[in-house]
Every structure is written in C-alpha cells, then in structure tokens.
C-alpha cells in the first residue's frame, strides 16, 4: 500500500478509499481537487474518511492522498481577531483567494505567515526548558500578552534566544541539542491539551446576568448547557456572556445554525466594545462559523477546533470561556456521518458513542494548573435545541448527565416577553454551595440567605399559583398576597433583564445584589405594615414599589434604590396612617 490510494465509494460526506496506507485520524487529500478529509475507520483494504467539504463532482477512481499528519490546529500568535471554518481556515483568507463562495480544496495558513509580531524572551542562553514552560511573548492586542509556549516533546538547555520582530516562521530560540523553536505551533484537536491537575471550581464566572450570577452560578473551569426551544433566547444569552462574562479570552463557536444568525455575530461582534477595558470585544476572541450550509463532516471538527484553541489559551494562565451554539447541531453532524458510515443506531438514530463524544468535549473544561505552573481555566457553555423544546431527546439527557449547571430556556416565558426566558424552577447550579464562600467574602456576607430566600419565594409562588387560578388572589390569606406580590418584584425587577438595553444588559454584583437586597427589604417593610393592621389589598396596590426598575436602567443604581425605598416607606407610613 502507498501514500497515494483511490476512491472506490462516495457517500455525501463519507469516502471509501482503497489501496491506501492510512492510520486512524490522518488527514487526507481526496480527489483531484485535493479536499481536505480525515480518516475515521479503516476495514480490511478500504480506508473510510470523512470530507470537510462539499463532495459533489467527485468520482471513482480519483486520486487520495495521504499526509500522515493529524487533524491540527495552528497555534500561536494571530489567532485573536480571526474568524475561521469548522477546520481552522480563515474565511477572510478563504474569501480573498476564492471570492464570495468558497471554493473547494484551496489551501490557507490558519495564522498569518508574512506578519512579523515583536517577540520579548522571558529566558536567556543556559536557561532548561521543557514541554509547556513559557518562553517568552507576544502583545498581540492591546489587551492580551501572547505567551510563546514550549512545544510538545521539546526539551533541553537554550543556546541562543533572540528579541525582535519576528515571523511564525523565523527561529526564535535554539537548544543545544539542534531543536529549533518559532511563534508557532502545532497541535492535534481530538486529543486535549496536558494540564498538572485539576483544581476545584471555586472561584465563579461572573455572567452580568443577575438570574444566572444569583440563582444558577457557573464556575471559572466549569461546564453549562442552555437547552430550550427555538426562539427562546439561546443564541442572544450566549452572546450576552461572550461580551460581559470576565473571562479573558473568547472563543464563540457557531456550529450548524442558520446563516443569518451567525452574520449578526460576525458583523456585531467587531464592532463590539469590551466593556472592561473599552477596546474592541474582538481583541479577545476568537470566532468559529460552521452554519447549516457549510459541510457538515467540518461541523464535527468545529467543536474540537474551538476547544483546542481555548485550551491553548488557557495554558498561557487565561480564564477563556467557550461557547458552543448549538451542541444539537453538533450531535446531528455526528449522527449524519454515523448513518453514512451505516453503524448500528441508537436512540432516535444517534450513534451509540453520542453520550461519551459529549462528555469527551465537557471533559475539557476545567480550572487547572497548567504544566508551567500557571492557573488557567475553560469554561463551557453549550447551546442545546431539542427538537419541539422536548428536553426527554436524546442531545439533552445525555448533555444534563454531564453538565454541572443547567439554564433552561422556557418558551412560555418568552412568549410573555419575560427575558432572560430562564426557567428558575427548572434551572441548577451544582457550583452554588463551593462558590457561595466567594460572594460572602467578596459581595456580602448575607449573599447566600438572599438567594435563599428570594429561591423561596418563587417557589412558593409557583403554589400559590396553582390556587390563585382556581379561586382567585383574593382568597388567600394576607399574608401569601404579599408573598405573590414580592414575587412579581423579583421576576420583574430582578430576574428580567434586557440584554439589548445600554445599562441593563450588564449588572455587576453589587448592582444584582443591591437589587435583590431592596425587594427583600420591601418584603420584611410589606409584613411589618401588614402586622400593623393595613389590609394586604393596599399594600399589594401601592404603586413606589414599582420604582425599583429604574435602578436597572440607570448608572447610578445606588441613588434609584435610596429613592425608591424612601417612596415605598412614606407610601406605608401614609397607609398605617390612614388607619386610625
Ligand atoms: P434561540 O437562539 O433560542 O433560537 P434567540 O437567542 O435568537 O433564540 O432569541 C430570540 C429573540 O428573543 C431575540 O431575537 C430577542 O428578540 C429575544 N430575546 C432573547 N433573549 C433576550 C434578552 N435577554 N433580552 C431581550 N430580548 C431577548
Ligand atoms: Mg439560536
């Protein structure tokens, strides 16, 4: 058998190649137009490889060509500001050489060959090196120092280390052994990065959004899922969190959505401002688009792409958060190529291996102390579309087995224009109790018995409903009206949140906290007049209470709260007043 074999079979984005000598997960060139494939079975002679790019026009007998290397990403500096395919080719690169559709088998450099980016080496002549330590670095934007990382398998005492201007290509550093080191990069994306150890998830990912800081935390290194029907706010909260979560590097993965929404990604987020260091958001991110239209075989690379990249970040000491919209479009992908390659289905025609392959890529989440001993951290967060919003499919039971916090979106909540459409009955968070030790140190010290207590609340809420709509509000005792009413404040006031509004898309802490602080302080205020012998009636229709939203909308938060609660107390003085 030779590097060179030839087709026997095609089957959309499945080949059959014989007469080649191949190995498990070696990328390929497949036909005459050179398309880029990997090999994902070998039976007997035959070679079975998934394309990652339209196949049709193909014929038997063309030629397959072997490269011997891995499906790989490159890494290093440049990979901020891009915006690559599910493979790891840049679609400004694309589009330059092939125009406005993207022809078949060209070939583009991942990073940018000609630029030379300045180089400060953080070791000198005599110094030991080893896998994973860090070399030196890049400014590759404003906001983020590039670390030159030790490749795999490299090791040995530094003969010469250069400073300057450099290209990938220019050797930086050579080891008395004959190893020579650039800017870049290889690596392979199925298998994940090395990290010394895991450490424990207790530091949280501050979101902006008050539901999801309060109610359902995610840790720094930790793993979510956002599942819910179409149009219930998946995509508008991952991009919410790819702008105002305090991670320090993005990377966005749109995997198999439509078209459109991925343009207002790729046309919004350049324009975007990072509302922490007022630079462009895109100086931080790196942005995957593999939409419905793109060849689906690159929509299963896309994920493994997105991931490889954050773990490189991460190794470099960075908090990166992933986002992955949508984990379904994702799951289809593989169940394509599974009923192509005609394996034994599971459940509702996902191949077996569906639940490992999620967990796999969950797996690569974490907060870690990288092998140079810097702490970095991924955290995941995917998109789930169960077909109907039906969350018993297959996708979502199998994402909910492994994720650690879940944000269900609720199409009955959006349908009432109450955003984020985040069900809080439905929703967890597995972090909540390691991370409730950071908010009462860092926020408050009573932080943990708000949330309790507002958690109650909604909860009794959701009882008393179930009365209510029998019978009505007025046949509740005095005080469960209260409870309603202090419930309709922390839905309104608090959970919903609109993250197109300027002020109110991002609230930090202390804003979340102060908030929730005033409608539990409306509730103790609400029951002491109750006691006094005011009738629950009026204390439910006093109408400052309703101040409490202009603090979302304004800056000066602090200063609408003070307002607002001397308002809600002259309004009950005036009501125990009335009494006598
Ligand atoms: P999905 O990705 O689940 O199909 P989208 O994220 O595209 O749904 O949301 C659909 C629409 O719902 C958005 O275009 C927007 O109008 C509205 N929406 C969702 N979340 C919010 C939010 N937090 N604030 C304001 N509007 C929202
Ligand atoms: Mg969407």
Redesign the pocket.
């Known amino acids: 058998m030779k590097n060179i074999g030839n087709i026997y079979r095609i089957s959309g984005p499945v080949v059959v190649a014989q007469n080649l000598n191949a190995k498990m997960y070696d990328v390929v060139l497949v036909g005459n137009k050179k398309l880029i494939g990997e090999v994902i079975q070998i039976i007997g002679d035959k070679t079975i490889i998934q394309v990652y790019e339209e196949t049709t026009g193909l014929c038997p007998g063309e030629p397959v060509e072997n490269t011997n290397e891995p499906l790989s990403v490159e890494l290093g500096p440049g990979l901020l500001k891009s915006i690559y395919d599910g493979i790891q080719r840049p679609l400004q690169g694309l589009e330059k050489k092939s125009g406005n559709f993207i022809e078949r088998g060209i070939s583009v450099n991942s990073l940018e060959r000609d630029k030379k980016w300045n180089f400060v080496p953080a070791l000198k002549k005599g110094d030991k090196i080893k896998e994973g330590d860090v070399l030196g670095s890049v400014q590759e934007t404003p906001t983020i120092l590039h670390k030159i990382i030790v490749p795999k398998g490299k090791s040995g005492i530094i003969k010469n280390i250069k400073k300057g201007e450099f290209t990938l290509n220019d050797i930086i550093c050579e080891l008395e052994n004959g190893e020579k080191l650039t800017l870049m990069q290889k690596w392979p994306i199925r298998s994940a990065r090395p990290s010394k150890e895991k450490l424990p998830p207790e530091i949280p990912l501050i979101t902006g959004m008050r539901i999801l800081d309060s109610l359902f935390p995610l840790a720094k290194g930790g793993t979510a899922a956002i599942p ?1 029907p ?8 991952q991009q919410s969190l790819a702008k105002y979560s305090d991670a320090e590097i993005v990377v966005y993965i749109g995997c198999g959505e439509r078209g459109n929404e991925m343009t207002e990604v790729l046309v919004e987020f350049p324009q975007l401002e990072d509302p922490k260091t007022k630079t462009p958001l895109m100086n931080r991110t790196v942005l995957i688009a593999n939409t419905s239209n793109m060849p689906v075989a690159a929509r299963e690379a896309s994920v493994y792409t997105g991931i490889t990249i954050a773990e490189y970040f991460r190794d470099m000491g960075y908090d990166v958060s992933l986002m992955a919209d949508s984990t379904s479009r994702w799951a289809e992908s593989m169940r394509e190529i599974s009923s192509r390659l005609e394996e034994m289905p599971g459940e509702e025609g996902y191949p077996t291996y569906l639940g490992s392959r999620l967990a796999e890529f969950y797996e690569r989440a974490g907060r870690v102390k990288c092998l140079n001993n810097e702490v970095g951290s991924i955290s995941v967060i995917g998109a789930v579309s169960p077909p109907g919003g039906d969350f018993s499919e297959p996708v979502t039971q199998n994402t909910l087995r492994i994720v650690k916090v879940f944000w269900a ?1 609720d199409a009955k909540l ?1 349908s009432r224009r109450h ?3 985040i069900n809080w009955l439905q929703s967890y968070s597995l972090y909540k109790d390691t991370l409730s030790n950071w908010y009462e140190k860092q926020i408050s010290s009573n932080w943990t018995e708000l949330i309790n207590k507002a958690m109650k609340i909604l909860q009794e809420e959701e009882k008393l409903q179930e009365i209510v709509q029998l019978v009505g509000s007025d046949a509740l005792p005095e005080k469960q009206q209260i409870t309603l009413e202090i419930a309709r404040l922390l839905r309104e006031f608090f959970l919903q ?4 509004h300027k002020t109110d898309a991002y609230s930090s802490l202390d804003k979340t906290n102060a908030i929730l602080e005033t409608i539990l302080w409306v509730e103790k205020k609400a029951l002491e007049t109750l006691e006094l012998g005011v009738c629950a009636k009026d204390i439910v229709f006093s109408k400052s209470k309703n101040k409490i939203a202009n603090a979302k909308f304004e800056e000066n938060y602090k200063q609408e709260l003070i307002n607002a609660k001397n308002e809600i107390e002259k309004e009950f003085e005036e009501l125990i007043r009335n009494l006598v």
């Open positions: 819910g179409f149009g219930a706010g998946k995509t508008v909260t979106l959006s955003y984020p459409s949140q609109n993250a197109f």
